[in-house]
């Protein structure tokens, strides 16, 4: 195995906060990630969560760098692979593409998923009836979709250019592993066509199902090492704002404990 350096430079840390740019954090606690599909002995064993003092926002003290993410990335979820419960999958994201649509009015157009994992948003949304293009930064998910036929990249948001404008955007359980979220919301903002829709679903932390995790000690959260962010409703939606995009529907996500999925609506 390549050696990677010390642990601690695969962490870029956080000098001031990813969302406000305030730069008082208070500690919220270590918690381990050895048990995590995508760790390696190169990596930490912990990852330190601290509070934003100015906005409330939680994030973890540092996110990977490009050696780190490379080495994280090369690991296989099978959980995120494409053709997993391919029926069950389906099923969930049929609601998620039909919420959408009817917050439309529309059930066409250009629909962008950010972050595709295993597939099954966007083939339901092409199903549905949108054409549809994908980004994923795992080679074998974007391998698998493509020998499928599927437009999918392997790039990330920021990077990924397009003049047409889409009409929906989703990012799935996606926003919290991103390091600045803020840049990404602000870019898809100028992806989007005029009145077009984002989905971003992720765990909720101000919701009882949270709470109830965190106070039996079965929170997966504080230990997934892909994520820099944990969001609750009011700082989700006052971020969403802050970018140009309006939230304009709530409802609980499906696909992983403690989720919300929030649609907003480009200004
Ligand atoms: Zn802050």
Same mark, same amino acid.
């Given at each position: 195995? &390549?050696?990677?350096?010390?642990?601690?430079?695969?962490?870029?840390?956080?000098?001031?906060?990813?969302?406000? &740019?305030?730069?008082?954090?208070?500690?919220?606690?270590?918690?381990?990630?050895?048990?995590?599909?995508?760790?390696?002995?190169?990596?930490?064993?912990?990852?330190?969560?601290?509070?934003?003092?100015?906005?409330?926002?939680?994030?973890?003290?540092?996110?990977?760098?490009?050696?780190?993410?490379?080495?994280?990335?090369?690991?296989?979820?099978?959980?995120?692979?494409?053709?997993?419960?391919?029926?069950?999958?389906?099923?969930?994201?049929?609601?998620?593409?039909?919420?959408?649509?009817?917050?439309?009015?529309?059930?066409?157009?250009?629909?962008?998923?950010?972050?595709?994992?295993?597939?099954?948003?966007?083939?339901?949304?092409?199903?549905?009836?949108? &054409?549809?293009?994908?980004?994923?930064?795992?080679?074998?998910?974007?391998?698998?979709?493509?020998?499928?036929?599927?437009?999918?990249?392997?790039?990330?948001?920021?990077?990924?250019?397009?003049?047409?404008?889409?009409?929906?955007?989703?990012?799935?359980?996606?926003?919290?592993?991103?390091?600045?979220?803020?840049?990404?919301?602000?870019?898809?903002?100028?992806?989007?066509?005029?009145?077009?829709?984002?989905?971003?679903?992720?765990?909720?932390?101000?919701?009882?199902?949270?709470?109830?995790?965190?106070?039996?000690?079965?929170?997966?959260?504080?230990?997934?090492?892909?994520?820099?962010?944990?969001?609750?409703?009011?700082?989700?939606?006052?971020?969403?704002?802050?970018?140009?995009?309006?939230?304009?529907?709530?409802?609980?996500?499906?696909?992983?404990?403690?989720?919300?999925?929030?649609?907003?609506?480009?200004?």
């Amino acid at each position: 195995m &390549e050696a990677l350096g010390q642990a601690q430079e695969l962490r870029v840390r956080f000098e001031t906060c990813p969302l406000c &740019e305030g730069r008082a954090f208070v500690p919220l606690g270590e918690t381990g990630c050895r048990q995590h599909a995508a760790w390696s002995p190169v990596l930490p064993e912990k990852l330190a969560w601290v509070g934003c003092q100015t906005c409330g926002h939680v994030f973890t003290d540092g996110f990977w760098s490009d050696a780190a993410l490379a080495r994280i990335f090369a690991t296989e979820h099978a959980q995120q692979t494409p053709g997993q419960d391919v029926e069950a999958a389906r099923r969930v994201s049929a609601k998620v593409v039909t919420r959408v649509s009817e917050l439309r009015g529309e059930f066409s157009g250009r629909w962008l998923d950010v972050g595709f994992g295993d597939g099954s948003l966007l083939t339901t949304a092409e199903e549905f009836g949108y &054409e549809v293009v994908g980004l994923d930064l795992r080679e074998s998910c974007v391998r698998r979709m493509r020998e499928f036929g599927y437009t999918v990249e392997r790039r990330t948001l920021v990077e990924y250019q397009d003049a047409r404008g889409f009409d929906v955007i989703s990012l799935c359980d996606v926003l919290e592993h991103i390091a600045l979220p803020k840049q990404a919301l602000v870019k898809v903002k100028n992806l989007l066509a005029p009145h077009g829709l984002l989905m971003v679903s992720c765990p909720n932390l101000d919701s009882f199902a949270w709470k109830w995790l965190d106070q039996r000690g079965q929170n997966p959260y504080w230990s997934e090492l892909e994520h820099h962010h944990n969001f609750g409703r009011a700082r989700l939606c006052a971020l969403l704002v802050e970018c140009g995009l309006e939230p304009i529907h709530y409802a609980i996500s499906e696909r992983y404990k403690a989720g919300m999925e929030v649609v907003a609506r480009r200004r």
